[in-house]
């Protein structure tokens, strides 16, 4: 596809002569000096420190000093960008030297030659020369999302788009050059594996081309692709070429000595739409998944929106896709939506939306309604597309690629949503229709009662209710129980204070598969345990948490009747060769965390698990990982954030505090995450005393990785792992996740919404510190918002 005409071949060249800001030799500064910061002679640029929005994380960067907004042009390490609050930077004879406040490099330019000084040139280019002034770094030659006149792009350079508007980190596109082309793709984020690609800006010559340049279209004989314009006003305005995080390559100006008001205007821009651009099997499109894209012709952005019934994954990022706020009936808490779809969820058009790929199943000569009640009925199916034809296409979530399509008439997109209950202005209220209702409610629940009593025997009513009704548990005798065991006879391990048994429960319409957890013999303290379960789990309700069905409190037996997880605990799968696969344990990963993070925040009693590892993790059949074992839950009410306890939990994942005679907070959850974290990642225990193969210092799996991680040897971590490796990105940055998890000190540690949104890379990972003694150091300088 050719160029837009306002980018074409054209000379571009700077007609004032360029004066250098020139830095000496061991000059530096820290985020906290007043003038963090080295300006070109002009001070139209500056190269230093600049804060991210409202935390204490900073980035080197590059910007433009003399607009109010101080626009980023370039920053030092998109894989890990954000430092904390006191990092400093220095030039020394080996290159640009950044370093958190602990000392500890985090960045640098590595040279071979010695650098003789630097210089912030007046068009936005950061230098490092020699003695003979030759250069041997350059930011031009290092470029992130943006270039500025006079600046190459050459063939093996390119350009990343940022992950969000405040996310420095490299994000979902890439512009590169393939085959002579200058090509747009997404990325396989956070690797940098490509997709199809969307858009190629080829020569008007339709010669191969090997460089993007900001000023000339012809350099040493070599054929290259412009981005100026004849239009193009130097002397009044400020340019930039910039690949947006949405997947936009944009050409931008600003007038000169401009004020407040005014902004940057986007003069031109490829693809034309880029809502419509993005046709891949692989990836989200430009708004992410779950989402649809239209696009504004007066902003020249594409506009994100949510499908009714979904919202943001990120408030804060209308780019980071949508998620939906009911389940779609195929969890085990389901059974209601899954015999009786009809009345869960309801078919809503969608007008001029299309989701264009990602069908998981085609159905022919299916008309409109026939279409709607196969995806009611398939609880994978979130969409179906059908048209005049009779073809009925369904999708499954994420639903990726959606955009607005105008095209009316050809095709019509149905979106499953759960049914709303109705609103009490819109009941019918009339007085004799309510005692009528009334009236045949009690005799259906009488009715049922009777029907129970006949037929339901493993479901008998115990003799003892108690106040658990409200959290929709069965009530079981232990003779239903001892039948539904088979007498206690097939074990599947041992929880706190009690033995696991599998058992099945049998009714008129189905078998259910369970596991019956027999506690020992009443003692004061397992009484109390017993009751903490019971409230813990009965008032949850999220899908990495182990189900609790009913209970059984008769006389002496006290028993709990959960799910049955066909997959055993993580610890099974994860210490057993083969290991599991890179991707999965990735699931692993963030399904614990979503489910702490539950406990912690989201549930109606905020509650502290108090025992998190791997043999407290199961998993499902479709390898879904929920938190189980709540006998050491303690509960937090909503005017407190602190409990005082006994010591809880096991040797390895115990959080410091627990020894310390002080009241513990849902960090020590955060402790054992991060401990579990690793083991997650290296596939071993926290512990190994007991192995032979084990070389010097990797007994304890702590100290090991961040020995291994202090010096630069992560892929050590995960050897002979080719998946993991080829992650890199994403295996860092959850190891120095997992290092500020268990920080000794419970205030430095991040909370589980911190966590989950470092996992996710919703916001920077800074630089962690030694875990042992960074109390001592910065005690309460956390870099949490």
């Known amino acids: 596809m050719a160029i837009p005409s306002i980018f074409f071949f054209a000379l571009f060249l700077l007609q004032h002569h360029l004066a250098f800001g020139r830095v000496d030799l061991n000059a530096n500064f820290s985020t906290n000096d007043q003038n963090a910061s080295w300006l070109s002679s002009s001070q139209e640029f500056a190269f230093g420190f600049r804060p991210i929005n409202n935390t204490n994380l900073f980035l080197l960067a590059i910007w433009f000093d003399k607009i109010p907004d101080k626009t980023i042009v370039w920053n030092a390490d998109m894989s890990n960008p954000a430092v904390p609050s ?11 030297n950044l370093t958190n406040p602990q000392g500890q490099s985090l960045w640098t330019t590595e040279l071979q ?26 930011s031009f030659n290092n470029p992130t999302d943006t270039l500025l006149p006079s600046q190459t792009l050459d063939m093996n350079s390119k350009l990343f788009s940022r992950l969000s508007p405040t996310n420095y980190t490299k994000g979902r596109f890439e512009l590169y050059f393939d085959n002579g082309n200058l090509s747009l793709a997404q990325i396989g984020w956070p690797s940098e594996s490509l997709y199809t690609k969307y858009f190629d800006i080829s020569t008007s010559s339709n010669q191969s081309a090997s460089q993007l340049r900001f000023n000339s279209s012809v350099i040493g004989g070599q054929r290259a692709i412009g981005l100026s314009s004849s239009d193009l006003d130097v002397s009044r305005y400020y340019y930039r070429a910039t690949l947006d995080y949405y997947g ?32 891949s099997d692989m990836g989200s499109g430009s708004c992410g998944y779950n989402s649809y894209c239209s696009w504004d012709n007066s902003t020249k952005r594409p506009t994100c929106m949510c499908p009714e019934g979904y919202s943001w994954v990120d408030s804060n990022d209308k780019f980071g896709g949508c998620q939906p706020a009911f389940s779609f009936g195929c969890g085990a808490d389901d059974a209601r939506s899954r015999e009786n779809p009809e009345k869960v969820y309801e078919m809503k ?19 409109r309604d026939e279409c709607e009640k196969s995806c009611l009925y398939d609880c994978n199916c979130a969409v179906v597309i059908s048209n005049a034809a009779k073809d009925c296409w369904k999708k499954r979530l994420p639903l990726s690629n959606g955009r607005i399509d105008l095209m009316e008439g050809l095709t019509t997109t149905l979106l499953k949503i759960r049914v709303q209950p109705l609103k009490k202005k819109d009941r019918v209220q009339p007085a004799l229709l309510g005692s009528l209702i009334g009236s045949l409610v009690i005799i259906a629940l009488l009715a049922a009662t009777v029907v129970s009593i006949i037929l339901l025997k493993p479901y008998k009513v115990a003799r003892r209710v108690s106040s658990f009704v409200e959290t929709n548990m069965h009530s079981f005798t232990y003779q239903a129980l001892k039948e539904a065991t088979h007498g206690f006879s097939e074990d599947l391990g041992r929880g706190s204070f009690g033995i696991v048994y599998k058992g099945t429960l049998n009714s008129i319409t189905k078998t259910t598969v369970v596991a019956v957890k027999r506690l020992d013999r009443i003692a004061p303290e397992r009484e109390r345990e017993f009751r903490n379960e019971l409230n813990a789990i009965g008032r949850t309700c999220h899908r990495n948490l182990v189900k609790l069905i009913g209970f059984c409190d008769e006389g002496v037996h006290r028993l709990l009747v959960y799910e049955f997880m066909s997959n055993g605990a993580l610890a099974d799968i994860l210490f057993r060769q083969p290991k599991p696969v890179w991707n999965l344990r990735v699931r692993f990963a963030l399904g614990i965390a979503r489910g702490l993070l539950y406990l912690h925040e989201e549930c109606e009693t905020p509650t502290i698990h108090c025992d998190i590892k791997p043999q407290n993790i199961l998993i499902d059949e479709h390898f879904m990982p929920k938190i189980s074992d709540f006998g050491l839950a303690k509960l937090l009410y909503s005017n407190k954030s602190r409990t005082h306890t006994m010591i809880r939990g096991t040797r390895g994942y115990v959080a410091p505090e627990w020894f310390k005679s002080v009241p ?12 579990m974290l690793l083991e997650i990642i290296c596939c071993r225990r926290s512990l190994e005393m007991d192995r032979d193969e ?86 309460g300088s956390q870099p949490w918002t």
């Open 248 to 279: 936009v390559f944009s050409l931008y100006s600003h007038p000169r000595g401009s004020n407040d008001d005014q902004i940057w205007s986007n003069v031109g821009y490829v693809p034309d739409n880029i809502c419509n651009a993005i046709y």
């Open 349 to 367: 058009p969608l007008p001029n939306v299309n989701f264009p790929l990602g069908d998981y199943e085609r159905l022919n000569n299916y008309t």
């Open 694 to 779: 084990m070389e010097e210092g990797q007994a304890i799996l702590i100290d090991w990785v961040y020995d291994c991680y202090m010096e630069g040897r992560i892929d050590v971590l995960v050897e002979n792992d080719k998946e993991a490796i080829a992650d890199m990105g994403r295996l860092k940055k959850w190891v120095m996740i997992a290092i500020w998890c268990i920080q000794e000190n419970p205030e430095t540690r991040p909370s589980m919404k911190n966590v989950m949104q470092m996992l996710e890379g919703l916001i920077e990972v800074p630089s962690p510190p030694f875990p042992s003694s960074f109390s001592s150091k910065v005690h």
């Open 664 to 675: 513990v907070t849902a960090k020590v959850d955060v402790y054992s995450y991060g401990v």
């Open 86 to 96: 006191g990092s400093r930077v220095q030039l020394t004879q080996s290159g640009l």
């Open 113 to 138: 030659q010695d650098v003789f000084y630097a210089e912030m040139r007046d068009d936005g280019n950061f230098v490092l020369a020699s003695s003979n002034s030759s250069y041997l770094w350059q």
